[in-house]
């Protein structure tokens, strides 16, 4: 029972550099989440996805993109690393209910040098 | 900006003594959610209240709700080494038909032997 995962865990890149994290679940949730957690700001949503090929904004998404091709896998790109970036990022899912509780994974630290 | 606020940012405590975090929102909530993250880790779901005035009960944790649903607190008895960790509220923001879990900022709970 693998759950949602993320990959890679550690990933230290320069800036300029595409960097794409990974998430991937297996309980077919229709929601997924990608929120970035920084000293202070708590969580803080980038971008959500009701359902396979819907996206949306959130509070933070400029310099990142997602999509959603397959209902398991959400990833999150930064086109273009920027020392800012550099943060933990959670992807989360939820089931078809509009108000069920977040499943996190273990979140990929990413430093932005 | 956050849709809740949560206070106080930090809190140290002596072992066996009581702790509380308040979260607050000017808007009313259809219900909130409490998130427990330990050193390290991922946020994990601990309860969602619902009702006006809910009072839920996990061992030594009381989640309350009030009564015009735009306030929240959680309250530790005699805590632990245990409960360390960074205790997030969450609310839920309304977007075109879809609930987006919006967080506080979130309070850590550091616990001294």
């Known amino acids: 029972d693998a759950g949602i995962t993320q990959s890679p865990r550690y990933k230290i890149t320069e800036t300029g550099r595409q960097v794409t994290l990974m998430c991937h679940q297996t309980?077919?949730?229709?929601?997924m989440f990608w929120y970035r957690q920084d000293l202070g700001h708590g969580l803080r949503l980038i971008y959500y996805?009701?359902?396979?090929?819907?996206?949306d904004k959130g509070e933070v998404p400029d310099g990142y993109v997602v999509s959603r091709s397959k209902t398991e896998n959400f990833p999150l790109t930064l086109e273009s690393a920027t020392r800012s970036q550099t943060s933990v990022y959670f992807c989360?899912?939820?089931?078809?209910?509009?108000?069920?509780?977040?499943?996190f994974g273990e979140g990929s630290r990413l430093t932005v040098l | 900006g956050q849709q809740v606020m949560q206070i106080p940012q930090y809190q140290h405590v002596q072992e066996g003594e009581d702790f509380t975090t308040y979260c607050n929102s000017s808007?009313?909530?259809?219900?909130i959610q409490w998130y427990k993250q330990r050193p390290g880790g991922h946020p994990v779901f601990l309860i969602q209240?619902?009702?006006?005035?809910e009072v839920k009960k996990q061992k030594r944790l009381t989640f309350q709700f009030g009564e015009a649903k735009k306030n929240s607190s959680l309250h530790i008895t005699a805590t632990q080494t245990t409960d360390v960790g960074t205790y997030f509220c969450a609310g839920p923001k309304e977007t075109g038909g879809s609930y987006i879990p919006t967080f506080g900022r979130g309070t850590s709970l550091i616990v001294h032997p």
């Open positions: 209240l619902v009702k006006s005035g």
């Open positions: 996805s009701a359902a396979a090929d819907i996206t």
């Open positions: 989360a899912s939820r089931s078809t209910s509009r108000t069920g509780e977040l499943f």
């Open positions: 309980w077919s949730h229709s929601y």
């Open positions: 808007t009313t909530l259809s219900n």
